[in-house]
């Protein structure tokens, strides 16, 4: 791991606005490293990246050729039908910087992902996707259309990993996760659940070798195998910062994790 990497998953994504947790942090950093040890490589890429949290860090895991790409509406808020995000353009590249992101290989790209193609990815990535981050529109055609886009640019054993599946202000990510995976044509196979997200990837046997990597994240995460469409999926979660993941995604935490209240918070229970 890095020097920046390091930093950043300690401390540094806590300075950056979102909702993007610890447990993210450490289960995509594993992933990551799986893909390494079996010789997975390509681009990264984000639909929705808001100001950069989870971004941050899939740029962090690329290597020195590895391009990272960001989709985002940015300025064309009108067209943000669910009101899902609100990405900054201006505050993501400050936030690139001060997490010291090489500019030269990244692509950000102002896109409504519905007029997006698998060909147009592959262009701006420079070829295959290993890690694809799906957290832009969250109404159910929107998430159908852009896990086709994702599997249809990952590398062999690549991962896709959809955002807010679980989520119960979003119910469209779920219908449009299930309508696509039942729809007849796709071969993503689930491998973990984490933080409200699944990641999928699309060869069987790395189903198995991620799943048996997440586990040596033990004893800082919790596991339960279950089932979902039918195949075994690993189930991550942190139960000592239950609290601090459910308060993130607030408002109220917003205003106060930099102030007395949340620094108190936080010696209690780690962000």
């Not at 930099?258 to 780690?270: E, Q, T, V």
């Amino acid at each position: 791991m890095n020097d920046n990497l390091r930093k950043y998953i300690t401390h540094g994504y806590r300075n950056v606005e979102g909702f993007f947790s610890y447990l993210a942090l450490k289960t995509i950093a594993k992933l990551s490293e799986i893909q390494s040890q079996n010789k997975i490589t390509g681009a990264v890429c984000e639909i929705g990246v808001h100001h950069g949290r989870s971004f941050i860090l899939l740029h962090l895991l690329t290597n020195g050729h590895e391009k990272s790409v960001a989709y985002d509406l940015f300025e064309m808020q009108e067209q943000n039908v669910d009101k899902s995000g609100e990405g900054d353009k201006g505050k993501l590249l400050f936030n690139l910087n001060k997490h010291k992101c090489d500019l030269s290989r990244i692509n950000v790209i102002l896109k409504n992902s519905l007029s997006l193609t698998p060909e147009q990815v592959l262009n701006d990535a420079n070829g295959t996707i290993k890690i694809f981050s799906i957290d832009g529109g969250h109404t159910s055609e929107i998430v159908y259309h852009d896990l086709e886009i994702g599997e249809n640019t990952i590398s062999n054993g690549g991962i896709i990993i959809v955002d807010d599946v679980f989520e119960d202000q979003w119910p469209g990510v779920s219908e449009g996760t299930c309508k696509y995976l039942l729809g007849g044509n796709s071969k993503l196979i689930p491998v973990a659940v984490f933080d409200n997200k699944v990641a999928f990837t699309n060869m069987q046997y790395m189903q198995e070798i991620y799943q048996a990597g997440l586990r040596t994240l033990a004893p800082e995460f919790i596991f339960k195998e279950s089932k979902y469409f039918g195949t075994k999926i690993l189930v991550l979660w942190n139960s000592s910062n239950r609290i601090i993941d459910t308060m993130r995604k607030t408002k109220l935490w917003q205003l106060t994790k930099d102030n007395k209240l949340g620094s108190s918070i936080r010696k209690i229970i780690k962000s």
